[in-house]
């Protein structure tokens, strides 16, 4: 199975300051179509997840545009611009290029 | 609106067996893919299975191989997992979710699972 692998895995951030989550995985997520399945999903507390970015850097509907999502091959980076109160949550990695599909072990952000 | 609403969860004995379901509505179920993943209590999330639009195919993480099995009602739009054989570790929320366009779009709220003697 590929390993996602998240970093840190505790994210203490000042209110209005960046934050950053790296996500690598074990094997390239180029698809044999072309594309890349990377997503990155958010979980607030007490809430089920919600996906905010797919396929690297496209941002779903209604996500704030200070989330933005880079990377490619095995490397890959989501960013929040400035941090807001209701960022606070864990933000997981998801990869869908090999079965089975899986997820890093989550980024708990909280704000200091 | 896209909305999964899950059901059936509760408390079973090891070696039990339960089923749920997750209702959907907004958008043409039987046209997409659709998964279960779970979450044991503080853990992070994990796939269960999949399957095809028409239910002719399906698929399982081996933890649940043999045990577990996905289904799917078009004409309901509803989706379903049975599970037998269950074990404590088997015990975690569990979400449907749809693989629309670029994967696991829209998630339901979950349904927790115990299973506790």
């Known amino acids: 199975d590929v390993v996602m692998t998240q970093s840190p895995l505790s994210l203490p951030v000042t209110l209005g300051q960046p934050a950053s989550i790296s996500c690598r995985s074990s094997q390239s997520l180029v698809n044999s179509d072309g594309d890349t399945y990377l997503n990155w999903f958010q979980q607030r507390p007490g809430q089920s997840p919600r996906r905010l970015i797919y396929?690297?850097?496209n941002r779903d509907s209604g996500v704030p545009d200070r989330f933005s999502g880079s990377g490619s091959g095995t490397d890959f980076t989501l960013k929040i611009s400035r941090v807001e109160t209701e960022d606070v949550g864990v933000y997981y990695c998801m990869q869908g290029t090999h079965w089975p599909w899986t997820f890093g072990q989550g980024t708990k952000v909280e704000i200091k | 609106d896209v909305q999964l609403v899950e059901s059936g969860g509760g408390l079973v004995q090891p070696g039990g067996s339960l089923r749920l379901s997750c209702a959907a509505s907004?958008?043409?179920?039987?046209?997409?893919?659709m998964h279960w993943v779970r979450q044991a209590p503080g853990k992070g999330l994990v796939w269960v299975a999949y399957?095809?639009?028409?239910?002719?195919?399906?698929n399982y993480a081996d933890s649940v191989k043999g045990r577990f099995t996905i289904s799917r009602d078009n004409a309901k739009n509803t989706l379903y997992l049975h599970m037998n054989s269950l074990r404590a570790e088997d015990t975690a929320v569990y979400y449907c979710?749809?693989?629309?366009?670029?994967?696991?779009?829209?998630w339901g709220q979950g349904t927790l699972v115990t299973v506790s003697s």
């Open positions: 399957i095809k639009t028409d239910g002719s195919s399906s």
């Open positions: 396929k690297v850097s």
């Open positions: 907004g958008f043409t179920f039987s046209n997409y893919w």
């Open positions: 979710a749809r693989d629309g366009y670029g994967h696991y779009d829209y």
